[in-house]
């Protein structure tokens, strides 16, 4: 469906207002999150003295593995808006606290880290509920990758930010700061952003019938139970949670250690350190938002299918890691956009275990032994597992809406039977031939409901669109 013009949609569309706002979002997100990495190196004391923050430098604060899916569920029945927002604004204030306990001790810092990592866990997840609601089909690369870049763009920014902050205020202001300059972007989030178009009230009536014309009955606007079943077996599914983990034993090994290799290895300053160390996000933020514009230009003339895009980008993503967005990451909309918040939170809390297993390999292989040889071997595993979680996508993947996304007729017929008992009016679009009674729903009559393409939660009977 072609989308309407940029005047038509008020010159800046909310989607992709939304979509700046939550890019902004992942900035603040990842520099709270790798701030630490670098500023580890000015908390260790000079004199060669043990310090608190020497025992948990390879401690990654993602432990949320089993509370992911069950954020992608409250994103998809609250609202992405209020998770999304709400887990930022809790990762601001333990930010505030993390140089109060560095100076404490080991276990107050693990504990500060801790309650850093659950909160910013259902950030991801919660983007992807977004995505289900905002995101028309042919422009799904595109909204998440400029949303997803923004975990490149973070680490870009917050590794020089960080260093320049040290050398003029100190370590601990480093915390302060970009604490507080997230709690301002908290605020500019809930002004701005609705969970759906239908809520929002700066929206052009263009631009929601063009998203809701362009989802047709692929998102529910209830969310609907689970399939768990269906969903755990589907092998869609497991390729994209192969292709996360092992994409992930890469990105961590590289986020975490990096800076380590270059201060160990290179010999480089603090300066200099985080210039080089920020250098592989900026080339993958670029790259990122070029494949998504050629991946959904592609999509959009019926050049590839979505499949044969995704599988694509994912391949080049082995080499040019900008490649995720239009491949793995967007791909459970494709395939279930009414439980893509959940089957995120899933394979993102899969996807954390490198974040801690991945660092533990490198320290296994260096403590001690800081050489080029043993280094080697820490960038060959990592290679070797974006090969194999690549080719697993390649066989697996798909691009299509897997049946089990489907809500069955019965749960919609008991929807709109209740809705007569209980004396509701009719749902906006849905022309009831007969009104007050509930024999009509089990009855042929039932097959007569002439649904418009904006109302989405329910059955659309194709037979009778043209009455």
């Not at 900035?27 to 580890?40: A, D, E, G, H, P």
């Not at 204030?93 to 990592?117: D, N």
């Not at 759906?196 to 019938?209: G, L, N, Q």
């Amino acid at each position: 469906m072609k989308p309407p013009t940029l005047k038509e949609q008020g010159y800046l569309p909310s989607r992709y207002l939304v979509a700046l706002m939550a890019f902004l979002g992942m900035v603040f997100n990842y520099m709270l999150r790798v701030n630490i990495n670098l500023t580890i190196v000015a908390m260790v004391t000079n004199d060669n003295s043990t310090s608190p923050v020497q025992d948990v430098c390879h401690f990654k604060d993602d432990n949320d593995q089993t509370e992911d899916y069950v954020r992608g569920r409250l994103a998809e029945v609250l609202g992405a808006r209020r998770v999304f927002g709400g887990a930022i604004l809790s990762a601001s204030i333990v930010t505030m606290f993390v140089p109060l306990a560095a100076k404490s001790s080991a276990s107050t810092l693990i504990a500060v880290r801790i309650l850093l990592g659950l909160s910013e866990g259902a950030t991801f997840p919660s983007t992807h509920a977004l995505l289900a609601t905002w995101a028309p089909p042919y422009e799904r690369s595109t909204l998440s990758t400029i949303i997803y870049a923004g975990s490149q763009a973070g680490t870009i920014i917050g590794f020089p930010l960080a260093a320049t902050i040290i050398d003029s205020l100190g370590w601990e202001a480093v915390f302060y700061i970009q604490a507080s300059l997230t709690l301002v972007w908290c605020a500019g989030w809930f002004l701005l952003v609705a969970d759906t178009p239908d809520s929002d009230s700066r929206i052009s009536k263009v631009e929601r019938d063009y998203i809701y014309n362009s989802l047709g009955g692929s998102k529910e606007k209830k969310a609907p139970p689970v399939p768990w079943r269906s969903a755990l077996t589907s092998l869609p599914f497991w390729a994209i949670l192969v292709a996360g983990v092992g994409n992930n034993w890469g990105f961590y090994t590289l986020l975490t250690d990096l800076p380590l290799y270059m201060k160990q290895m290179l010999q480089k300053d603090i300066k200099s350190n985080a210039v080089l160390s920020g250098l592989p996000y900026l080339g993958m933020w670029i790259f990122s938002l070029v494949v998504s514009s050629v991946g959904d230009r592609l999509r959009q003339n019926d050049t590839l299918s979505t499949q044969t895009v995704r599988k694509t980008a994912n391949t080049i993503a082995v080499t040019l890691q900008g490649g995720i967005y239009t491949g793995f990451m967007v791909n459970h909309v494709d395939i279930a956009p009414n439980f893509a918040g959940t089957l995120f939170g899933i394979t993102n809390a899969a996807a954390t275990i490198p974040g801690w297993v991945a660092p533990m390999t490198v320290g296994a292989l260096t403590n001690n032994q800081q050489t080029f040889g043993q280094w080697r071997k820490v960038f060959f595993i990592s290679a070797g597992i974006f090969v194999v979680d690549a080719l697993f996508f390649l066989l697996y993947a798909s691009g299509k809406e897997q049946e089990w996304n489907k809500v069955p007729e019965k749960s919609v017929k008991k929807d709109l039977k209740d809705a007569v008992v209980t004396g509701q009016k009719s749902p906006p679009g849905v022309n009831m031939l007969q009104e007050g009674t509930t024999d009509m729903l089990d009855s042929e009559a039932y097959s007569k409901y002439i649904l418009n393409s904006n109302f989405r939660n329910s059955y659309q009977n194709k037979a009778f669109q043209s009455e």
